[in-house]
Every structure is written in structure tokens, then in C-alpha cells.
T-cell receptor, first 109, second 114 residues
Framework: AQRVTQPEKLLSVFKGAPVELKCNYS??????LFWYVQYSRQRLQLLLR??SRESIKGFTADLNKGETSFHLKKPFAQEEDSAMYYC???????????FGAGTRLFVKA | NAGVTQTPKFQVLKTGQSMTLQCAQD?????MYWYRQDPGMGLRLIYY???????DKGEVPNGYNVSRLNKREFSLRLESAAPSQTSVYFC?????????????FGPGTRLTVL
């Protein structure tokens, strides 16, 4: 069964500290993986996707097929990074996307 | 270019009442989706429409119906609301195909069922 697991409901770090939001998935095939972010009072929006291999707002995520993980990392957290982060997986047809339960990141001054 | 719009933004219903949540997108996307967002459970797919004229059940379809009125509009109906349907509802749309599966979300509808 397709599943996305985000083991941490809440992650609290100090400004300037490194941050890693964990995401593990189960999928029989070649998935497309995403990180979405929801800032306070804003819409849920795409942060980055594995197929683009890009860095957005200093965040990167590497797909590790062996460990079936897609962890989100940033070397130096900023207060404006405080938000709800969702890892998501899309099937090869692209019609359905499965979201993890989300991790709330709180960056303290 | 408004993207994905939803109405209403807030709604309070009594148990047993019915209502329809409206969603429209102006990005000419083929696929549209309805999710509910509950604390600790993330976003769960209720129904989706891969293309105009088709609809399919998602993870939690019970108690809901949908209509893909045309390419732009995708509505969600609660025939007999229950307190368990208290949630925030998000509509989304996307193009489809490899590398084009980014979903664009509406602002959400906060629904309370008493």
C-alpha cells in the first residue's frame, strides 16, 4: 500500500541551527515526491519536488530509493521557516497524491 | 488569474443539514481534488476528478458526493452533515503527467458541524 510517514509532529530548533524533517514512503514503483509548505494564514504550496533537484529557500531534499526516504534539510534555519510541512507522493499516473500527516517546524529566536 | 477559489470560507451546520462546497480554477487544469485536513492526520483525499466528466473515490469518500460541472468547477456535497465532518476542506487542481503533478490549492473552507 502507498504510504507517506512523517515521524515528527513537531520539530523545534533555534535560529541558525540545521534542520531535517524526515519523510519515509512505501510505494511499489517509481514515485514522484514533493514537499509542500503551509505558512500561517497562507495556502498550501509546493516547496520543492525531487524531479527538479532544486534548492528552494535554502531547503534541499534527496530521494534515497534504498531507504525509501525523502528528508528535507536546511543548514541554517530562519524564523520565517516556521510553518507546517507536508511530504507527498504522487503515483505514476499523477492522478492521486498522498500526503503525510505533516510536521510543524518552529524556529526559535 | 485567481488560481483556485473556494466558497464559502467558513460554514457552521447543524447535524443532518446539507450543503455544497464550491471550487473553481482558472488554470485550465485537467485534474481537480477535494481534501480534508484534520489535526494529526494531514490531508486526506476525499474525491478526485482526473478529467472533465470523470470522478473517483479517494481515501475517505463516505458521506460525500462530488460533481465535475465542467473543466473549471468541481463541487463537494454533504447530504447529511455529521460532527465527524467538522474539518478544513481544500480544493486543488493540477495538470497531469510526469513532471506536471504539482497541485495548486485553494484557501480552504472551515466547516463546523454541531
Amino acid at each position: 500500500a502507498q504510504r507517506v510517514t512523517q515521524p515528527e509532529k513537531l520539530l523545534s530548533v533555534f535560529k541558525g541551527a540545521p534542520v531535517e524533517l524526515k519523510c519515509n514512503y512505501s510505494y511499489s514503483g517509481s514515485p514522484e515526491l514533493f514537499w509542500y509548505v503551509q505558512y500561517s494564514r497562507q495556502r498550501l504550496q509546493l516547496l520543492l519536488r525531487h524531479i527538479s533537484r532544486e534548492s528552494i529557500k535554502g531547503f534541499t531534499a534527496d530521494l534515497n530509493k534504498g531507504e525509501t526516504s525523502f528528508h528535507l534539510k536546511k543548514p541554517f534555519a530562519q524564523e520565517e521557516d516556521s510553518a507546517m510541512y507536508y511530504c507527498a507522493l504522487s503515483d505514476t499516473g499523477g492522478f492521486k497524491t498522498i500526503f503525510g500527516a505533516g510536521t510543524r517546524l518552529f524556529v526559535k529566536a | 488569474n485567481a488560481g483556485v477559489t473556494q466558497t464559502p470560507k467558513f460554514q457552521v451546520l447543524k447535524t443532518g443539514q446539507s450543503m455544497t462546497l464550491q471550487c473553481a480554477q482558472d488554470m485550465n487544469h485537467n485534474s481537480m481534488y477535494w481534501y480534508r485536513q484534520d489535526p494529526g492526520m494531514g490531508l486526506r483525499l476525499i474525491y478526485y476528478s482526473a478529467s472533465e466528466g470523470t470522478t473517483d473515490k479517494g481515501e475517505v469518500p463516505n458521506g460525500y458526493n462530488v460533481s465535475r460541472l465542467n473543466k473549471r468547477e468541481f463541487s463537494l456535497r454533504l447530504e447529511s452533515a455529521a460532527p465527524s465532518q467538522t474539518s478544513v476542506y481544500f480544493c486543488a487542481s493540477s495538470e497531469q503527467g510526469l513532471g506536471h503533478n504539482e497541485q495548486f490549492f485553494g484557501p480552504g473552507t472551515r466547516l463546523t458541524v454541531l
